[in-house]
Nanobody, 124 residues
Framework: EVQLQASGGGLVQAGGSLRLSCAAS???????????IGWFRQAPGKEREGVSC????????YYADSVKGRFTISSDHAKNTFYLEMDMLRPEDTDVYYC??????????????WGQGTQVTVSS
């Protein structure tokens, strides 16, 4: 079972930066990893919104229009950890952020795992 542990949220002033981390455990990708990692965010009473995602091949990362040019998704395979670098933060970025990893394990079985949310609060 793939488990994700998110961290790095906090309180920051507008214009500041935060880096979210998501540590994955229990994943075995085999010789040809096939998965995607992503970050989502959700405000109370609203639907969860996709912020950024990228495949295990590291090609063509997706960014929501609202974060393009400010957020960067990356991963460190050696540490089984992926990140969301958030720069030039705005008050409207305030949300609970969730990491997600989905795909197929090395044995071909599908998985779709979520980390617990981490609160990001941007003050004006």
């Amino acid at each position: 079972e793939v488990q994700l542990q998110a961290s790095g949220g906090g309180l920051v002033q507008a214009g500041g930066s935060l880096r979210l981390s998501c540590a994955a455990s229990g994943f075995s990708g085999g010789p040809e990893p096939d998965y995607a990692i992503g970050w989502f965010r959700q405000a109370p009473g609203k639907e969860r919104e996709g912020v950024s995602c990228i495949s295990s091949r590291g090609e063509n990362p997706y960014y929501a229009d609202s974060v393009k040019g400010r957020f960067t998704i990356s991963s460190d395979h050696a540490k089984n950890t992926f990140y969301l670098e958030m720069d030039m933060l705005r008050p409207e970025d305030t949300d609970v952020y969730y990491c997600n990893m989905r795909g197929r394990s090395g044995d071909g079985s599908p998985f779709n795992s979520w980390g617990q949310g981490t609160q990001v609060t941007v003050s004006s």
